[in-house]
């Protein structure tokens, strides 16, 4: 295993998340799992008291009793050069007050201590997700959705209709908004999406199709007509309108032309938001989720947060990164005054950290989409070159200004690049910053790197910048194979999301899910970094396991180490060490000694943030979140690309 040193985190001081009392009232694992030869536990409510703030300096307990100790473990503490362990001990104030031994753990054991027998399961770090959405997340469980379905469009339009008949009161001018549209996902192959095939529903109502992946939305002429977007519209910066051979509106929107339709939606009702919120960070915490960098973020986002605060219901520490659009890149004077703000407005929010900030640089790179920035031109589906390239949102001059003003106040940039092109205009752009401002501490990040040149491998530990991957993708299915060999040709789809390749240069990968891009897959994440197949692998093989699969020991401390350091939050989380924050999650099975595929089938037992308890996989609450999570796991995998 390796730590790498730590370095100072982010300038403003961090807030600590909720950490209401609520979720201790559930004693069903704590109290059932006794003493075990340790102590007894005395019968309290919960964890004894609440922890203080959970992103306070790294420090031994003000109280040497323990709230907690989870005892009979496989304790994977993340840390280089560490003797096994098999118990943890937390303080009253959150910390972690002791790794070791059975033994050594007793000597904190008092007499409300709640006592958890691990069984034999891995203890380890909570997971750090670099890049998730869980705020979208909330607002498309609110909608029907299609749930990446492949259709023939008369199967489509059946689909839709119940949708219709479902909500006939809201004829004849109220908006369907169906989630989940997978874009490639029309039958037979090759079938394009037009107006045409919606107008033909049984209502006048304007309706809109959200892609999965963010980056496409298929619309009625009802829904254009009320955005008046004709043929004479122009393509907004960083977006397309997609037009026919007529050059008239296909129906089609992607990227940053979807907000000429969606500004006319009606948001959710706020009551109904916060508590469909609610109930996607108890998900969350069921699968081991303790930290989140929230991908896109703006003043509606934020918004939501306070109110999740203000009810009790964040039990997860965020770090949001707040979006800039193309034309903002532009002015890095007001791009920086302009996130400045935002922080100062929700400085005070319990559980948000700030310091990130979000660009765009391509959108998504599977056929027919095809809008993600390539050095060499997309093939045809005979192997032929085109002139198309993709789309580039914003150049390396701009990247580099921006990311120099940002870096010099101590922001961070995360920017989302699929393609080699992007990912170099990413790395060029740092470099400028770079070499302007001096600072290798602030952790620029490239998300997503489904296709990296060889050439620009050891530019990432080069530039100091993290490598956040999305894992779960790396699998051998119809996304990586029809919808990309063709058009990339065999030598350039070698070069998929090349985790041991940015390893073997020294790079720093993390981890994020993307959801809800992808349903919440926590441990498939880890299990196919290793593998290359996963759950989605369709058939026989893998995707280059000999050339990109990384070790078991890698993917783990990717997902929790790997996390923490993107977000600048490894001195106080991220591994198993006294002293440091108690964001911990314990498993129904050792994940260090069990086969690679079991991994996916983890369960979460047990998650703590901060010290508190956020979930107790065997309450009535905690088994329903966890259902929840299993559920959305049977779904089809629906896209690649955060929206």
Known sequence: MSAEPSTPPAPKPPKAPTAPSSYLARRSLLAA?????????????????????????AGRGSRRSAALVVHNARVFTGVRGAGPARAVAVGRDGRILAVGSDGEARRFAGRDTQIVDGRGGSLL????????????????????SLDGAEQTVEELRKTLTAFLKDTSGDEPDGWLVVEDWNPVGLLPRGTAPHHSMLDALPTRRPLALRGADGHNMWVNQRALDIAKITASTPDPVGGKIVKGADGKPTGVLKDDAQPLVSRHIPEPDEAALVAAAAKVFAEAAASGITTFMEAVTGADELALYRALAAAGKLPQRVVPALRLTSEQVKDPRESVAYVKKLRDDFDGVPGLRFGTVKVFLDGVIEYPAQTAALLEPYLDKDGRPTDHRGDLYVSAADLGRLTAACNTEGWQLHAH???????????????????????????NTIAHLQLVDPADLPRFAELDVIACMQLQWATRNAWTVDSLLPYLGAARHRWLYPARGLQSHGARLSGGSDWPVDPLQVWNQVRTAVDRRGTDAEGEGDLYRAKEGISRTSSLLTHTLGGARQLRLERLTGTVECGKQADLVLLDRDVTRCPVAEISDVEVRLTLSGGTVVHDGESPSGRAAAARVTRAAGQPRVSCGCG
């Open 33 to 57: 799992a006794g003493a075990a030869g340790l102590v007894a536990a005395t019968g309290a409510p919960a964890v004894a008291s609440a922890p203080g703030p959970a992103d306070a300096p």
């Open 417 to 443: 690049a699929i393609g080699d092109r992007a990912v170099r205009t990413a790395l060029d752009g740092y470099a400028y910053a770079l070499r302007r401002t001096g600072r290798r501490d602030v952790r």
């Open 125 to 144: 770090s909570g997971i750090h997700d670099g890049h998730a959405h869980p705020t979208d997340a909330a607002a498309r469980s609110l909608r029907p």
